[in-house]
């Protein structure tokens, strides 16, 4: 039996991030394409349910549409609700049956193995863009940062629209991995530095 990836860590991680983020700051920008902290916040709060909801093969609206983008009703709650949804996304992801068969997740019918290689990758990438918008440190372990590596290195090869991420940006081979990851994702490490 294949050893997946324990999306713990990263879950947990990101759920720090968001319990971080002051009210003051939901209007700042983010290194995620035009979305501000808000959205970016929406966005992750729609992709934990949706993710959850593709590890249990629970096909209905929450996999078989993409997030609505348009809807940015966090509600007051969202600081216990994010986080709780992420543990839940994670939970989810560490029963190996998740990993096995066909699944869904915005719309697109896709093998357990890569959903939940996109969750995770959701979850670090927009844990990171969080982190960086509202002044948080974000580091994640060596070992989830190189599953992530990889998935983008093989997602580049084509499988994943370049849509989906933007274009590379050209980042030092000497550089950490996690680094390494975030150019393949389209996003500049020093995003934070270069403001």
């Known amino acids: ?10 879950a947990g991680l990101t759920a720090s991030i968001v319990t971080g983020v002051g009210d003051e700051q939901l209007d700042s920008p983010t290194p995620c394409t035009d979305r501000n902290v808000e959205q970016l916040l929406a966005h ?5 349910q949706a993710f959850t909801a593709a590890a249990a093969k629970d096909f209905g609206p929450l996999t078989d549409t993409s997030p609505d983008e348009s809807d940015v009703s ?10 709780a949804q992420l543990a839940a996304l994670a939970e989810a992801w560490s ?13 697109v019918d896709l093998p ?3 959903g939940g290689l996109v969750a995770l990758d959701e979850v670090v990438l927009h844990g990171w863009d969080l982190a960086v918008a509202t002044g948080q440190p974000y ?11 990889g998935f983008l290195v093989e997602s580049r090869k084509g499988e994943v629209p370049e849509s989906l991420f933007g274009p590379v940006v050209e980042v030092s081979p000497d550089a950490r991995v ?3 990851a975030l150019g393949l994702a389209g996003r500049d490490p020093n995003w934070a530095q270069s403001r």
């Open 139 to 149: 580091e994640p372990d060596d070992a989830t940062a190189a599953v992530v590596h």
């Open 95 to 107: 029963d190996p049956s998740a990993w096995e068969g066909m699944t869904r997740a915005g719309g």
């Open 74 to 83: 966090l509600g007051d709650d969202w600081r216990r609700r994010v986080p």
């Open 112 to 114: 357990g193995e890569v």
């Open 44 to 48: 992750i709060d729609g992709l934990s």
């Open 178 to 180: 996690f680094d390494q």
């Open 1 to 10: 039996m294949a050893d997946h990836p324990h999306l713990e860590a990263a």
